[in-house]
Every structure is written in structure tokens, then in C-alpha cells.
């Protein structure tokens, strides 16, 4: 529990470096273009609220208290803050079910969060059910390495890493997850922060 305290509370600091050199910017580009009805996976301590532009209504959702406390003070410094809300829940829960309606979404959003999540096929199976025909899926995650030498370093290291980093899988696949899910890949982009990361934009397809 306090070691879930020090990782909320020092987050923004440790990520400022990557955010500066590459992610804020990725960021922008990926979630200020949405409108509608937007769940965000997993907002953390509010890092992607300022993107939001004021044709947008977004469910957060975030698990860890501790986090709230710091997304809540990123969202009231919003000009509009009331655009978005946030419930103390995860992907999972049953409390899902009754928070977002089947075909109701245009957006969801995941950032550094598919990396954390119990049961990312599950979730990647719920955001198709909660999406619209057409509704995007909008992915910024690090990822496993496709080089097989990397790989089994991230496998040999991921045990400290995910105790360091909250429950933060190193070596997960997710780019791969999402090419057997039924998306449809609009844009993608694999780029490097030290390790693998991956930026994609997928649809729901119209037709499903
Ligand atoms: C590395 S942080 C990323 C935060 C933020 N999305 C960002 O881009 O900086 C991962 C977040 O996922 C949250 N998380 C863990 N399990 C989750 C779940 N089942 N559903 C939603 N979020 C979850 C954690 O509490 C944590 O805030």
C-alpha cells in the first residue's frame, strides 16, 4: 500500500523525461483529434487530460486511489472540467458492465496501460463490445521486443521490473495481442524510449 503511494507520487516525475523528449507530443497527436464519448483505460495521475478538446466526454477509470488524487487535481485545473469523470474502478470489474453500454463508445483510449492490466485480451475483448461500429481504439504502450536476444532479457528482468513498476508486465506482446482481435489497424508506428514502445490507431470494424 505505501509502496503504491511513492509509485502515484513520483510517477509524473520519473516519466517527465520520456513525456518531454517524445511521449507529450505523441499524446497530443493520438487524443486531440477525438469527439464523443471517450473511456479512458487506466488515467493514472491525468497525464492525457489536457489533450481532450471540448467536444469530448470522458469516463476515466483508474483503480488505484492514490492515483485519483492526483488526476482529480489535473482534472480541476481544467477549463472544462466537467468533461470529463472519474470512477475508482478497473477493467474487470463487474461495475464495468453497468458504467458503459454496449455500442456506446466513439473512443477508447489506452496509454502505458495495457502493460498493467490483468486480462488485456479480456479488456481488448470489452472495448469491441463498448466501441461503436467505426469507434477507434487509440494505443500508446511499450511492448515486447520482436528481437528474440531483447526479448528474453525483458523475460529475465520482468520479474523486479513488474515490483518496481506496480504490476507493470515489460514483456508483454500487445501489438501482437490487438492483430488477432477483430480491430482493424488504421495506423501504427514502432519506435524506441530505450525499449519498444508502440503508437496505433485501430477501428471497430463498420460491419461487426
Ligand atoms: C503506468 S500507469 C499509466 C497511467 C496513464 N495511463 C499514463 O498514460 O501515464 C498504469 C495505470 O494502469 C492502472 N491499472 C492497473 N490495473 C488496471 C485495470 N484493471 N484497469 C484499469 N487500469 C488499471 C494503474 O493503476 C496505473 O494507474
Not at 99 to 104: C, H
Not at 133 to 148: M, V
Request: overall charge positive; charged content about 25%; proline content about 5%.
Amino acid at each position: 500500500m505505501i509502496f503504491n503511494r511513492i509509485f502515484s507520487g513520483s510517477y509524473d516525475f520519473f516519466m517527465s523525461f520520456l513525456e518531454k523528449k517524445e511521449l507529450k507530443a505523441r499524446r497530443a497527436r493520438l487524443i486531440s483529434g477525438l469527439t464523443g464519448k471517450i473511456l479512458e483505460v487506466g488515467v493514472g495521475t491525468g497525464v492525457n487530460f489536457e489533450h481532450y478538446n471540448h467536444n469530448t466526454n470522458v469516463t476515466g477509470i483508474e483503480p488505484s486511489p492514490y492515483m485519483l488524487v492526483h488526476a482529480d487535481k489535473k482534472r480541476d485545473l481544467l477549463l472544462f472540467p466537467d468533461r470529463i469523470t472519474l470512477h475508482n474502478t478497473g477493467c474487470g470489474t463487474p461495475e464495468m458492465q453497468k458504467l458503459i453500454e454496449p455500442e456506446s463508445l466513439d473512443a477508447v483510449v489506452c496509454t502505458l496501460v495495457l502493460c498493467t492490466i490483468p486480462e488485456p485480451q479480456l479488456a481488448i475483448k470489452n472495448f469491441m463490445k463498448w466501441l461503436k461500429p467505426g469507434g477507434q481504439l487509440i494505443l500508446l504502450e511499450h511492448i515486447r521486443s520482436h528481437n528474440k536476444r531483447k526479448a528474453k532479457f525483458q523475460d529475465k528482468i520482468n520479474p523486479l521490473w513488474e515490483k518496481i513498476a506496480d504490476g507493470c508486465q515489460l514483456n508483454r506482446a500487445t501489438d501482437r495481442m490487438l492483430t488477432s482481435s477483430g480491430f482493424e489497424l488504421l495506423r501504427e508506428d514502432h519506435f524506441r524510449l530505450g525499449i519498444p514502445f508502440y503508437e496505433a490507431e485501430y477501428i471497430k470494424p463498420i460491419n461487426r
